[in-house]
C-alpha cells in the first residue's frame, strides 16, 4: 500500500468514526502517524494489504484514566476531540476539529444511550465559563435541575455556590459545572454504572474542550468514577489525583452537607486546600471573580 492510500484509509476511518461517536477521536489524528509506502506508487496493493492487521495501527485507539491512587491504567477508547484552546475570556470554546461546547449539548439534547431518556424532562448539560479554572463535576441532576435544564439550581445547589464563593469562584466567571450522567435518575437514585458509561463520552469531551485547571469532584459517585476506584470520599477528599493529565481534587457534595452539619468543616478544609494550590497554580485565578463582584 502507498503513503497516498493509507491516507485516504485513515481519512475514511476519521470520518466513520467521528459520524459514529460523535466526536473526533484524538487517536486517529493524522499528524501522529508518518505513512510511508508498502509498495511503489505504480504497483496496485494487494488486497491483503487491507486485512485487520494492517489497519489495527489505525483504527485501535486507547485513552488513559487514573486508579484510585494516581497511578494510571488504561480505560477503552472514548470519543474524544483534539486539543482546546488555552483557557481565557472569550466564546465558546472550540477544538480545531470544530466541536465546540454547544454542539455537545446538542447532542446530549437528543442523546438516547440509557434508559433515563425516556424518564427526563430535560437533559442538563451543564453551564458555567468557557474557559474555566475549576470544573466542578457532581453526580446527576435532581427535580429542579430536571426541570430547568441546569445543574445545582436546587437547595444543594445554591449551597454550592456559597462554597464557591468562599474562595472567588462561581459558575458565571471561572467555574464549569456538569455531572457524571446528563439526566436525572428516576427519584433522585444513583446512576447505574451502564448510564454513568452511556454519559462519559459526553463529559470526557467537555473536559477535553474546557482544559480546565484542576477538577473539583463532588461526593461518592464523581469522585468513584473519575478515579476509577472503590475508594469512598471520606479517603479521597481533601488530596490531589492525576485525571488524564489535569489535577483532580474532591470533597463531600452539598447534599451530604445539608444532611450531615458536622461535614461542613472538612468540606471547608478541602476548599481551603483547593484555594491553596490555585494561588500557587493558578495566580490570578480570582480576577474574574473580583471583576463581577
Known amino acids: 500500500m502507498t503513503a497516498a492510500e493509507k491516507k485516504d484509509v485513515l481519512a475514511f476511518v476519521q470520518l466513520a468514526s ?17 505513512f510511508q509506502d508498502d509498495v511503489p506508487a505504480s504497483t496496485p496493493a494487494s488486497s491483503e494489504s487491507m486485512d485487520a492487521g494492517n489497519t489495527a495501527g489505525i483504527v485501535a485507539g486507547q485513552h488513559i484514566r487514573t486508579s484510585g491512587d494516581g497511578s494510571m491504567d488504561e480505560g477503552k477508547a ?7 484552546t488555552e483557557s481565557g475570556t472569550g466564546p465558546a470554546a472550540v477544538s480545531p476539529a470544530g466541536i465546540t461546547m454547544p454542539s455537545i449539548e446538542e447532542k446530549v439534547s437528543r442523546c438516547q444511550n440509557c434508559r433515563l431518556a425516556s424518564t427526563r424532562k430535560n437533559t442538563v448539560p451543564g453551564e458555567g465559563s468557557q474557559h474555566p479554572v475549576v470544573m466542578v463535576v457532581g453526580e446527576g441532576p435532581g427535580e429542579m435541575e430536571d426541570r430547568s435544564g441546569r445543574p445545582f439550581v436546587g437547595p444543594a445547589g445554591q449551597l454550592l455556590d456559597r462554597m464557591l464563593a468562599a474562595i472567588s469562584l462561581s459558575r458565571t466567571s471561572n467555574c464549569y459545572i456538569a455531572n457524571i450522567v446528563k439526566c436525572r435518575p428516576p427519584h433522585n437514585r444513583d446512576p447505574y454504572p451502564d448510564e454513568e458509561e452511556a454519559c462519559s463520552p459526553f463529559l470526557e469531551a467537555q473536559i477535553h474542550i474546557l482544559k480546565p485547571k484542576v477538577i473539583l469532584a463532588l461526593g461518592n459517585i464523581a469522585a468513584k468514577k473519575l478515579l476509577n476506584t472503590s475508594e469512598g470520599i471520606s479517603r479521597l477528599r481533601g488530596r490531589f489525583y ?12 452539598p447534599s451530604a ?3 450531615n452539619e458536622t461535614l461542613k468543616r472538612p468540606a471547608w ?6 484555594r491553596a494550590w490555585l494561588e500557587e497554580n493558578a495566580p490570578g485565578y480570582d480576577t474574574p471573580f473580583r471583576q463581577q463582584a
Do not use: C, M, Q
Open 18 to 34: 467521528a459520524s459514529i461517536l460523535g466526536f473526533a477521536d484524538r487517536d486517529l489524528d493524522g499528524e501522529k502517524y508518518n
Open 78 to 84: 472514548a470519543a474524544l476531540p483534539p486539543t482546546a
Open 242 to 253: 492525576d485525571y488524564n493529565g489535569i489535577p483532580l481534587t474532591a470533597t463531600y457534595h
Open 257 to 259: 452537607l445539608l444532611h
Open 269 to 274: 478544609e478541602d476548599l481551603k486546600v483547593l
